[in-house]
């Protein structure tokens, strides 16, 4: 059975770097040929989807956020991580890891983890 | 870059009816379209993919259509528990995007 599961800070100061991080349970991202991203929720708005990467490495970005975010893996731990740099109040969000399976959509979601970014 | 649009907002009905909701992209997607349930608190659940196919464990009440660039997420015989907010998104071609929901709610 597939999980995913975040993991990071729940509080960041204006101006510094989000870092999170997903740990994947259940298939190894390295012998997957899916896509594991990142979609982050604004408290009472819709989805957006941030960014995603492909296990050879390929990664792909929101035009809006490309200049801010950085998605890696980590296959040693079965993990993949987040960073958006320069936060700002705006940022605020809940953040969902999720496995893009191909063009099918994204089939598993981690819980999800609030980061609220103020001073 | 693609955009989805989604309408309605919002629908209002009575248990046992019959809910339809619309994305439209903006170019052709040729199929591609997926379609996610949320409960507040808790992650998008994926219902539908490829525009028609139901996901394992989806009740067969729910349904999906359409081709080009317009697609219908249909919810028959409207239950309590089908109470959530509704996303299309486009896995067609990155950059990745969703429609801005449809929240569903009983009269």
């Known amino acids: 059975q597939v999980q995913l599961q975040e993991s990071g800070p729940g509080l960041v100061k204006p101006s510094q770097t989000l870092s999170l991080t997903c740990t994947v349970s259940?298939?190894?991202?390295?012998?997957?040929?899916?896509?594991w991203g990142w979609v982050r929720q604004p408290p009472g708005k819709g989805l957006e989807w941030i960014g995603s990467?492909?296990?050879?490495?390929?990664?792909f970005y929101a035009p809006s956020l490309k200049s801010r975010v950085t998605i890696s893996l980590d296959m040693s731990k079965n993990q993949f991580s987040l960073k958006v740099n320069s936060v700002t109040a705006a940022d605020t969000a809940v953040y969902y890891c999720a496995r893009l399976e191909g063009g099918s959509g994204f089939d598993y979601w981690g819980q999800g983890t609030l980061v609220t970014v103020s001073s | 870059d693609i955009q989805v649009t989604q309408f309605p907002s919002s629908v209002s009905a009575s248990v046992g009816d019959r809910v339809t909701i619309t994305c439209r992209a903006s170019l052709v997607i040729s199929g591609w379209i997926a379609w996610y349930q949320q409960k507040p608190g808790k992650p998008p659940k994926l219902l539908i993919y490829a525009a028609t196919t139901l996901q394992s464990g989806v009740p067969s009440r729910f349904s999906g259509s359409g081709s080009g660039t317009d697609y219908t997420l249909t919810i028959s015989n409207l239950q309590p528990e089908d109470v959530a907010t509704y996303y299309c998104?486009?896995?067609?071609?990155?950059?990745?995007?969703f429609g801005g929901g449809t929240k569903v709610e009983i009269k």
């Open positions: 998104q486009q896995p067609y071609s990155f950059p990745l995007t």
């Open positions: 259940g298939v190894s991202i390295s012998s997957s040929g899916d896509h």
């Open positions: 990467i492909y296990y050879r490495g390929g990664t």
